[in-house]
Each structure stands twice: as C-alpha cells, then as structure tokens.
C-alpha cells in the first residue's frame, strides 16, 4: 500500500529529538524554531512530561467517556486558574479542528442560527463547518461550500455592522493572532467593539486560540492582550506537546445538556496526563514569561537586519515579512543551516514557532544563521 501523496516533503527523516534539537537518521542536528506548526511548546521530550505519561500508561491509558475520568476535572481546574477562565467549562476532543467544528456547532445550538463570520487570510480547520470558515477555496469541497459563511476584513466595523444587521448570524470567529495566514492582527479598538455587538446581538464570539494559545503570545491567550471575553476559546496544538489533544473553553452562560456534543477519544486519561505535564511545566519554568520577553528579544535583533519589511505577531508567535518569496530561503535554512522554520500563506512571511522554553543563545543563533543566508 501507499501512502496518499497530500504532502510536500522535505528530505528530512527525524529519528529522535531533545529540547530544540531533532535528530535525522543521518545523525544530523536540526534546530527546531517551529515545533511542528507550534504543537511543541514545552521542547521535544521534556523529562517532566515524559514521566507523567509513563506513570500514566502503568495505569490506564485510554477509557470512554461513559465512565468517570478524574484526571478531566484536574485538568479543568488547573487550566481555567492558569488561564483566569475560571467560569469557563471544558469540553475536550483531539485537534483544533474538532475544537472549531464543536464550537460552531454549539454556537448554532445556542442560537438556531447558522450562517458564519470569518475573516479574510483565516484558518480553522479541515472539517466541515472549520473549512467553510477558511479563507482558502482550494482546500474547500463542494460539500464544504454548503455552509453559510461571509469573510470581512479585519478592522471595517462597517462591513461587520452591516452583516450582522442581517439577523441571521450564528457566530463570530476568529484569530487574534493568524496563524497560517501570515500573523495578521485586528486592532484592540476593533475586536472590542467586535464583542460588545456580538453580545448585544446574541452572536456566539469564538477566539480560535489553537495555534496562539498557552502562553505563545506572551499572555496565556492572545485575546488577553486586548480586553475582550470571548463566549467560547478553541484551543489544541501546544496543548499536548505533541500528543493530538483539543479542546473549548464554554462561558457559563451556555449550557450543557446531555449528548448535546460527544467524542470517543477526547479527554482520554493520557490525554490529560500530556495535558497536565504541560500545564505544570509552563507555569514552574515561567514560559509565558519567557515568551513575552524573547519576543521583545526578538524584534531587538530583528530590527537589525535591513532585509526584514516587518516583524509580525507577539511573544514567541511571530513573523518575519521580506520583500521577496521565502520558499528558497526556507529550503536554505534546512538544507544548509540545519534550521526549522514555517511558511505562511503570506508568502513574504517566514514564521518562527519555537517551544516556549528556548533562550537568548538559541534565538543569537537563528539570527546568525539568517544574516548568512540573505
């Protein structure tokens, strides 16, 4: 049998990996600076989270959710205290597309409504309603088409007016960070007016959080960096470290009912065993402190180099915009440096996702690398 041929690959086969460092089947050293689009967020085989899953398969691995998992609630508690999402409820699932299909599709409960605003250059998945709400018509089926969608710009509050004037709304979702899009940010101003008619109107306001949550912004999650209270947080990636984990973050004021949303595999007792060692690492080593004082770090030595139009994004989620196509320069980093980084649909956009526990050295020498390379 063959493997269905959907990836582009490079030449690059890992075999075992410590902290930033991955290590080929040739015996070459790869600095990691984008952690498999963000989803290692605590370094590649931290001590601490290999302990916890161990201990946790000695145990029980795996059991559905028609039985009492405890190892769930512990998790809810530490995440909404680390957060400051306390009156916030959690549902867990297994990715971040999962996470935004639930959560539109609880936004449709809540309100009988079904048509959804997105935003130009987003991305959210590669499910049903998560796709439709995509900016990107090739990866979007005829059947995925069925959904109800309108794109806007961020920041033209008159386009938003004028859809949600409509009245047939069912939600708002959104980036505050893009991720895939090119580090794309909508004004404070905006996102806060965002809220305030969403609320008046009785839209559900989602923050898809799976890509900039958990400390990547330089605040627990990027919404924070501008005063809003969404109804629902999507998150996944640098959640598990690795290990496939998603889930919402439900306000209060929307209610649970029985069989109202389900999964076979969310919420499973390793699942929150990788879950929790993330959450303790984070906050003993102080990573989203770290990750707001390197991305200052970074933007300093950025500066210093002419080729760089802009730097995009906050904390340790962050872009560098040049004048020309990155393709190439990627390819040079990782054939010739031995460096990891990321595209964008921007394609000017070279994005730099390292796990949150790296240092100044390491961050010297990605730059070093860089300056060589252009």
């Known amino acids: 049998m063959e493997l269905f041929d959907v990836y582009p690959l490079y030449d690059v086969t890992p075999v075992k990996a410590q902290g930033i460092l991955v290590t080929d089947d040739k015996g070459v050293e790869y600095h990691d600076f984008y952690g498999g689009h963000a989803v290692i967020s605590i370094g590649h085989s931290h001590p601490h989270y290999i302990e916890r899953l161990s201990e946790q398969l000695k145990k029980i691995g795996f059991y559905s959710n028609s039985v009492i998992n405890p190892l769930q609630q512990e998790l809810a508690e530490k995440l909404g205290r680390m957060s400051q999402c306390e009156t916030y409820q959690l549902f867990l699932c297994n990715s971040g597309a999962e996470a935004n299909e639930n959560a539109l599709k609880l936004a449709s409960f809540h309100t009988g409504k079904s048509r959804i605003l997105a935003f130009t250059n987003s991305f959210h998945g590669r499910t049903s309603a998560a796709v439709a709400a995509t900016d990107n018509e090739s990866i979007n089926a005829p059947l995925n088409r069925q959904q109800k969608v309108s794109f806007l710009r961020f920041n033209d509050l008159q386009a938003f007016r004028k859809e949600v004037e409509k009245g047939d709304v069912c939600a708002v979702i959104l980036e505050c960070i893009q991720g895939v899009g090119g580090l794309d940010e909508p004004d404070t101003g905006f996102l806060q007016r965002v809220a305030a008619i969403c609320k008046e109107n009785g839209i559900v306001l989602i923050a898809d959080e799976v890509q900039s949550g958990y400390g990547r912004s330089g605040k627990f999650f990027a919404f924070q960096h501008h005063g809003i209270h969404p109804d629902i947080i999507s998150i996944a990636k640098g959640m598990g470290n690795g290990f496939p984990v998603g889930g919402i973050l439900i306000h209060e004021h929307l209610r649970p009912k029985h069989g109202l949303l389900g999964t076979t595999f969310g919420g499973n007792h390793l699942a929150c065993a990788a879950s929790l060692a993330v959450l303790e690492v984070i906050e003993k080593e102080g990573l989203v402190e770290n990750a707001?004082?390197?991305?200052?770090?970074?933007?300093?030595?950025?500066?210093?180099?002419?080729?760089?139009?802009?730097?995009?994004?906050?904390?340790?989620?962050?872009?560098?915009?040049?004048?020309?196509?990155?393709?190439?320069?990627?390819?040079?980093?990782?054939?010739?440096?031995?460096?990891?980084?990321?595209?964008?649909?921007?394609?000017?956009?070279?994005?730099?996702?390292?796990?949150?526990?790296?240092?100044?050295?390491?961050?010297?020498?990605f730059f070093d690398s860089l300056k060589a390379e252009l």
């Open 292 to 365: 707001a004082r390197l991305g200052t770090y970074f933007k300093q030595k950025a500066a210093a180099i002419p080729q760089v139009v802009q730097v995009k994004g906050r904390g340790l989620m962050l872009g560098l915009e040049f004048d020309f196509e990155v393709s190439d320069l990627r390819k040079r980093l990782i054939y010739k440096r031995h460096l990891f980084t990321g595209s964008a649909k921007n394609k000017y956009v070279l994005r730099i996702l390292p796990a949150l526990n790296i240092n100044e050295e390491a961050l010297d020498l």
